[in-house]
């Protein structure tokens, strides 16, 4: 059967394909007196809090389960709009939203209405790799632009200046980021998009981790530039709703009836139980819980740095939000005698009963030196990662 050019272009990602190898080892182990301990899959290890599943048992027991708008309950437009206004302090009117299925389904519906085959969008190198991908898929390039720990692995101005080129359309940022947790000053962001409109391009914006900002200079939304800063969101993390497979995107008005389009011929609507249950989401009480679990987020990323910082797995840039972190791991291959990330994580796995992230996934500016750990587990889970890592590394 003769394959897509399209379908070949798009690489494995393989975080999966080490999560497959990852749950083989811990059949062998799960009978052993170390379980496989799981920091290689970004979803927190929370579920989503009483309020929320009781409004999606409500939805299926009294039917509300037949198909929505494309772009969503107008209600949820509104409860999304209201956050915004909240806790951010920005003005989203509710028009400008469109209700997704999950922030995969909002990237691809902004790469398919805005890119033309050929046209560039510069992204950092690391980079979360499915998002080259819906690049790829919409017959786009993605340019990846090798960052540093100076520049918090986040594009610059003046980066974005010199990568710029004719066929060049746009950027796809992400603040915070995976895999390295940290996000893009604001300052730096409104000097990136002054740019980029200069160019009439474009600026996607991935905040799927917003919500789980630590510091107060970089938890704002890029949607206090302007309007036409296109917002990518997720009800996944912060608000712990992964395989809800919902999420939402915030355009200029004139670009929503191109998104709705495309949506009504793609996806029809998101899953309507998911979208009664995320109304609860805004709830005072589960908004409470929510910042709770932030806060347990925050000691668990206090707790696991310094940990390997001092087993050698330095941090170079402290993450200021989401629940990674980008640990270079140059020091450990040595001592273990692995040539880099990619056989350490099997190493890891084989020797430690510790599932990590390679940075083979993420690009190919020195992101084989790099391993990503998830801190989404429990405080004793990473207690005890962090105990069996540090007797190998010394």
């Given at each position: 059967m003769r394959i897509s050019s399209r379908a070949r272009r798009i690489e494995p990602f393989y975080v999966m394909e080490v999560a497959k190898a990852a749950s083989q080892y811990a059949r062998e182990f799960a009978h052993s007196q170390r379980p496989m301990i799981f920091l290689n899959i970004g979803e927190p290890d929370f579920t989503a809090p009483p309020l929320v599943q009781e409004a999606a048992a409500r939805a299926i027991r009294d039917g509300a389960t037949q198909y929505t708008q494309a772009t969503g309950l107008d209600s949820l437009r509104e409860r999304i709009s209201q956050w915004y206004a909240q806790r951010f302090r920005v003005d989203v009117p509710a028009r400008r939203i469109v209700v997704t299925a999950g922030a995969s389904a909002a990237l691809q519906l902004a790469c398919l209405a805005l890119i033309d085959a050929g046209d560039e969008i510069l992204m950092p190198d690391p980079s979360y790799p499915c998002n080259r991908h819906f690049v790829s898929a919409a017959e786009g390039r993605a340019v990846l632009v090798p960052t540093s720990a100076q520049e918090r692995f986040q594009l610059s101005a003046a980066k974005v200046r010199q990568a710029w080129g004719e066929r060049t359309r746009g950027v796809l940022l992400a603040s915070p980021s995976n895999p390295t947790g940290t996000s893009i000053h604001p300052d730096e962001l409104r000097l990136i998009h002054e740019f980029v409109r200069s160019k009439d391009g474009i600026t996607l914006l991935d905040e799927i981790y917003l919500g789980l900002s630590y510091d107060e200079t970089y938890g704002h939304t890029g949607l206090a530039i302007d309007e036409h800063v296109i917002s990518i969101n997720s009800f996944s993390k912060y608000f712990n709703m992964t395989g809800w497979r919902l999420g939402w995107m915030v355009v200029p008005e004139a670009l929503v009836p191109v998104i709705e389009r495309l949506a009504q011929n793609l996806f029809i609507c998101p899953s309507t139980v998911a979208q009664h249950a995320a109304l609860a989401c805004f709830e005072p009480e589960s908004i409470a819980e929510y910042e709770r679990r932030r806060s347990e987020f925050q000691a668990r990323r206090d707790f696991f740095i310094p940990a390997l910082d001092a087993m050698g797995l330095t941090v170079p840039v402290k993450p200021d939000g989401a629940f990674y972190a980008?640990?270079?791991?140059?020091?450990?291959?040595?001592?273990?005698?692995?040539?880099?990330?990619?056989?350490?994580?099997?190493?890891?796995?084989?020797?430690?009963?510790?599932?990590?992230?390679?940075?083979?996934?993420?690009?190919?500016?020195?992101?084989?030196?790099?391993?990503?750990?998830?801190?989404?587990?429990?405080?004793?889970?990473?207690?005890?990662?962090?105990?069996?890592?540090?007797?190998?590394?010394?």
């Open positions: 980008w640990a270079d791991c140059t020091q450990l291959c040595r001592t273990l005698g692995v040539a880099g990330s990619w056989e350490l994580a099997f190493e890891l796995m084989k020797t430690a009963h510790v599932a990590v992230t390679p940075g083979r996934d993420f690009g190919s500016a020195d992101t084989g030196n790099f391993i990503r750990f998830s801190t989404a587990s429990a405080m004793e889970q990473l207690q005890e990662a962090a105990a069996r890592l540090m007797a190998l590394a010394a």
